[in-house]
């Protein structure tokens, strides 16, 4: 209630902020229209767009920016800097950049941009295009960019490029002038260093013209596959192409890229999802490649169908899994791989590129920033649907491997490292993938799994489509589990404290055994410790810490559970009660799942039959 006395300054003040409070995870809108014409005998591409954009913003935007990320290579660009000068670059750029010639450098270049059909001054700095507005955009109002450029396509480095190691003539991603995403944060006008990506929610109208022989694949649904042919067309359609270029037109809506390959020898096939999407495979179909794509396809339905059943329905009806590219990388409804290569390795990388559809297509965390968020959770999910059809004891062995191997190199930084910034191409590696999947699958253990299960259901229903940051995601897992769990993405993710829990003692007295556990490690978490009596029979012993605020849901209904009072984090050992003797027990063990990411898991498990001197009995 607002008390009639109040002045007119602090009414004012209350009603703008509010304003603010209801309205700060507002978001951008852009819609594309863009013509291009791609000459494959000198790789050069001439263009037009036009941007529509909408200030959904209570801020007045005086500037906007734009990414040019093919101008990042070349010789001397801070992509070519910065991957000559990290101890353990990316093998696939290395010092490669500094090499270009000419002719193989790529380079964007605006030959002129209108806001509302006037000029504006703008200024490149890189992979950066900052321009001064012709009028300033003020809050909930629309502006209309008109854009000429002129591209070069790279030789293939990473990611965007021409004629890669296996032959495919064009990989076009980051390939056009892209507005840069503008939030409750400001402007994130990222230069394009190596690394991950943020773009601003929209529709694409792209038409594409190319040489008649080659075959386009990419973000989108074609929208002339009559005229187009390469089995595109109705049955029983004839379809007549002239000797000059082919137009491909594309529209994608509500998506935050646009992506597309194009080579003369892609073979196209289909399969269809139950209860969809319809997927779309391109490649060369050659001895490296028939065989285990045809394969592959069917892994890839299989794929779909868990992701769909344990992470939510994917949003779109159709998707395209496509030979190119330097690896695997994630675009709006497609992913580009390499095509050749052991069954194994190919469904692999399929199956994470295909995950990224989940976390950073529809759910589109900031990835620049959060990297752990697209890379991490998706590195989780993958392993859990390949394990589906290609079973394994542990699916995340190992992202715990790799993390537990780079603590031990002293590498480790925190996971709060914007993805560009991190010192060694280890750390980003393992901390992004790894420690990512690491802080899901260790939540699972500490919320309990049919938790953890419902709250990733939850978390992608309520944020499809709204870019989530991290507090969004643990909000819904304690709204979910009814505990607290800032504490936990504060020391995962925020710092480089580990966990390692010890069993320092069992003392018998008066017919009852004392366990002493011991907090060796910086970060706390709560415990099961499971007891295996000599009989055969268990029981887990349940240590909440007071953090959480309560205990996680009894996962295994077979073992008896007691459940302790929490364990405050501030004090290093927590000693605990079984109304049994000492002689009664085989083993103890801490965290039996493995769930925990603790460094030292030697002194997780006490075998009685090796103590029984290192016991005392009073």
């Given at each position: ?86 101890p ?10 500094s ?46 960019f ?8 790279p ?11 296996e ?44 040489d ?13 596959p ?75 339905v ?8 344990h ?76 394990a ?7 699916p ?28 060694t ?35 992608y229903?309520?944020?499809?489509m ?9 909000r819904v ?6 505990l ?10 925020g ?31 709560p ?10 029979s ?67 498990k ?13």
């Open positions: 209630m607002i008390k009639k006395n109040l002045s007119p300054l602090l009414l004012t003040l209350f009603i703008v902020s509010g304003s603010y409070a209801q309205d700060y995870r507002w978001q951008q809108r852009v819609e594309y229209t863009m013509d291009v014409q791609l000459n494959v005998a000198s790789h050069q591409m001439s263009g037009t767009q036009k941007l529509v954009y909408y200030n959904n913003s209570p801020d007045t935007l005086g500037k906007v920016y734009y990414h040019l990320n093919f101008n990042a290579f070349q010789p001397g660009s801070m992509m070519d800097v910065r991957s000559r000068a990290l353990d670059p990316d093998r696939r750029v290395a010092d490669r950049i090499k270009l010639t000419d002719s193989e450098i790529g380079y964007q270049h605006v030959k002129s941009l209108l806001q509302d059909g006037k000029a504006v001054s703008y200024n490149v700095t890189g992979t950066i295009l900052e321009v001064t507005l012709a009028k300033p955009m003020l809050p909930k109002t629309k502006t209309v008109e854009m000429k450029f002129e591209s070069q396509v030789i293939q480095i990473r990611r965007s490029g021409r004629d890669n190691k032959g495919i003539a064009y990989s076009m991603t980051q390939w056009y002038p892209k507005l840069a995403e503008y939030d409750f944060q400001g402007w994130h006008a990222y230069q394009y260093v190596a690394r991950e990506f943020q773009g601003v929610w929209g529709d694409f109208d792209v038409t594409i013209s190319i008649p022989s080659f075959m386009i694949a990419g973000t989108g649904k074609l929208q002339n009559d005229k187009i042919g390469f089995g595109y067309e109705k049955p029983g359609t004839t379809v007549v192409k002239s000797t000059s270029d082919l137009q491909w037109h594309f529209v994608a809506k509500n998506v935050i890229d646009f992506a597309w390959t194009a080579d003369p020898d892609y073979t196209h096939d289909r399969v269809l999802v139950p209860n969809g999407p319809e997927l779309h495979f391109f490649y060369q179909k050659n001895e490296k490649t028939a065989e285990t794509w045809k394969k592959m396809e069917d892994y890839a299989k794929t779909f169908q868990y992701l769909n059943e992470f939510g329905k994917y949003p779109f009806d159709t998707y395209s899994i496509i030979q190119g590219g330097d690896g695997g990388m994630e675009y709006p409804m497609c992913t580009l791989i390499m095509g050749e290569g052991s069954l194994n390795g190919l469904t692999g990388v399929m199956a994470h590129e295909v995950t990224h559809s989940w976390f950073q297509m529809a759910l589109a965390s900031n990835e620049a920033l959060y990297p752990w968020m697209d890379e991490g959770f998706t590195d989780f999910a993958s392993s859990e649907a390949e589906s059809f290609l079973p394994q004891e542990n995340h062995a190992r992202n715990y491997a790799s993390y537990f191997a780079l603590v031990a190199s002293g590498l480790q930084e925190p996971a709060s490292q914007a993805a560009d910034h991190f010192n191409t280890k750390a980003y590696g393992t901390i992004a993938y790894s420690m990512g999947s690491i802080f899901l699958n260790q939540l699972s253990y500490v919320i309990g799994k049919e938790n953890f299960e419902k709250g990733m259901i939850r978390y229903n309520t944020w499809k709204r870019h989530p940051e991290p507090n969004d995601f643990i897992m304690e709204k979910v589990s009814g607290q769990l800032h504490w936990y993405l504060r020391y995962w993710i710092t480089t404290k580990r966990i390692d829990y010890g069993i320092n003692s069992v003392i018998e007295r008066e017919g009852s055994t004392y366990i002493t556990l011991e907090r060796v490690g910086e970060m706390p978490m415990i099961d410790l499971l007891i295996t009596y000599n009989d055969g268990k029981e887990m012993y349940y240590v909440s810490m007071n953090e959480l605020f309560g205990n996680k849901p009894q996962e295994d209904k077979t073992i008896p559970r007691i459940e302790n009072t929490p364990w405050p984090w501030v004090n290093p050992t927590y000693t605990l009660k079984m109304l049994k003797p000492v002689s009664s027990i085989a083993t103890l063990e801490i965290d039996p799942s493995q769930r925990m990411a603790d460094i030292n898991r030697k002194n997780n006490w075998v009685m039959a090796d103590k029984t001197t290192e016991y005392k009995e009073n």
